[in-house]
């Protein structure tokens, strides 16, 4: 193609190919994939993206059964953009789906409907940098139902902490802190991770069992106290916590605690903010690495965020929810390669020195590369020679034509 965008996005997307072994025929298909992606407009699957490409339908569902590291492919293409404050973030997302063929099809909770809704689930493992506040996807794993898991003596919470330390090896190379929402804090979840190497940051439930360790003098009589009473959340005993002030709204308190539930000492941090209305919201953040600094810990947890943006992206622009395959290899390579188009275009916007400190709209990339794609096919079609064509004003009117930042 000749338009400076697209050739940017293909070497963006090939020079990531170089840390893995692969062949020039299966990398070409693999960079038409993740355009595909982008150009196509409405639903996703195998027949539209015949009728986008010079493959046939049944070539994509041939090689959608092939194996692709995409953790290690997404590594290479994230690490020249990240930098060193930088933590492993966990979090599953409903997908639609339909048929009784389908591999592990069962209830999971949605949590835009806040009900539990019957389909897929996968659970994506990503990359969360707190000084860009953008989260990159890594991979994604499809969830076992509960029924399976109940038959292999497996909780939910087992088969999520199972899922990360199988990449233990991978995802420590980039960090040892693992970033997860309220559900995550069990001991079924950290302890596991704990133990291989890995530090948790999550949130507490508002009335979590939390007590003082005790720092006084043993007495020398019967067993040495370990601890110092319970912790009352409403009036916290400041001679052990220490006060932050974030801003004006926003103070915490931190300390050294420990946690009855999950069994270990704990970095506490009790964040107490005041809305609009004058109500105070308090949430429990801690850290199962007791020398993290308390402004990090809120830093790191506020990040995790971000890659609800990768659900939300994927699911409205990249097809997530459209795979029409019933193959286990199949629906793994459709998420993967779904998310993996948003890190390209969110990467290319993160380089993009006319860009910088604009917000991100996946929407306007979609349009843009549609267009460039429609217009390239024109020009092959009617014979235009391009070097003509590259510099007249109108061309870069269409290019842009639809897009917010025309």
């Known amino acids: 193609m000749i338009f400076t965008e697209v050739n940017t996005f293909i070497s963006l997307v090939s020079s990531a190919f170089n840390g893995l072994s692969l062949n020039k025929w299966r990398r070409d298909f693999l960079t038409e994939i993740f355009m595909l992606y982008l150009i196509i407009p409405g639903r996703i699957n195998f027949t539209q993206m015949s009728r986008y490409s010079k493959y046939c339908e049944q070539r994509f569902r041939n090689q959608f059964i092939q194996k692709f590291d995409f953790m290690?492919?997404?590594?290479?293409l994230?690490?020249?953009?990240?930098?060193?404050?930088t933590a492993i973030s966990f979090d599953p997302s409903h997908i639609e789906k339909s048929g009784k063929k389908t591999p592990y099809m069962g209830s999971f909770w949605s949590g835009s409907d806040q009900c539990t809704?019957?389909?897929?689930?996968?659970a994506q493992i990503a990359i969360i940098d707190i000084d860009l506040n953008q989260s990159f996807h890594l991979e994604a794993v499809q969830t076992v139902p509960v029924k399976t898991?109940?038959?292999?003596?497996?909780s939910l919470s087992d088969w999520y902490?199972?899922?990360?330390?199988?990449?233990?090896?991978?995802?420590?190379?980039?960090?040892?802190?693992v970033v997860a929402d309220a559900f995550f804090s069990k001991i079924t979840f950290v302890q596991p991770l704990m133990n291989e190497g890995f530090h948790v940051i999550?949130?507490?439930?508002?009335?979590?069992?939390?007590r003082y360790k005790f720092t006084g003098e043993y007495s020398g009589s019967g067993r040495p106290p370990q601890f110092a009473g319970k912790i009352n959340l409403d009036n916290l005993n400041m001679d052990i916590f220490t006060q932050i002030q974030i801003n004006d709204d926003t103070q915490a308190f931190y300390a050294v605690v420990n946690s009855k539930s999950l069994k270990t000492d704990i970095l506490l941090v009790v964040?107490?903010?005041t809305d609009e209305n004058g109500k105070t919201i308090q949430r429990l953040i801690f850290s199962s690495d007791t020398q993290m600094d308390a402004l990090e810990v809120l830093e790191y947890y506020h990040c995790r965020f971000q890659m609800e943006f990768n659900f939300r992206d994927a699911k409205q622009a990249t097809g997530l929810n459209h795979c029409q395959a019933r193959d286990l290899d199949k629906l793994h390579f459709h998420f993967n390669a779904s998310l993996t188009t948003i890190n390209i275009v969110k990467i290319m916007h993160i380089n993009d020195k006319n860009k910088a400190g604009k917000p991100f709209s996946i929407a306007d990339y979609k349009v843009l590369y549609h267009n460039a794609f429609l217009l390239n096919r024109f020009i092959e079609a009617?014979?235009?020679?391009?070097?003509?064509?590259?510099?007249?004003?109108?061309?870069?009117?269409?290019?842009?034509f639809g897009t917010k930042a025309a």
């Open 78 to 85: 994230i690490t020249p953009v990240v930098g060193s404050r």
């Open 149 to 154: 898991l109940k038959i292999a003596c497996m």
């Open 117 to 122: 809704k019957r389909g897929l689930e996968i």
């Open 202 to 210: 999550s949130k507490l439930r508002d009335d979590a069992n939390l």
């Open 271 to 273: 964040e107490r903010k």
């Open 161 to 177: 902490a199972l899922s990360i330390i199988n990449r233990k090896e991978e995802l420590q190379k980039l960090s040892k802190i």
């Open 72 to 76: 290690n492919y997404n590594a290479c």
């Open 382 to 400: 009617f014979g235009i020679k391009p070097k003509a064509l590259k510099s007249h004003h109108h061309v870069k009117e269409l290019l842009y």
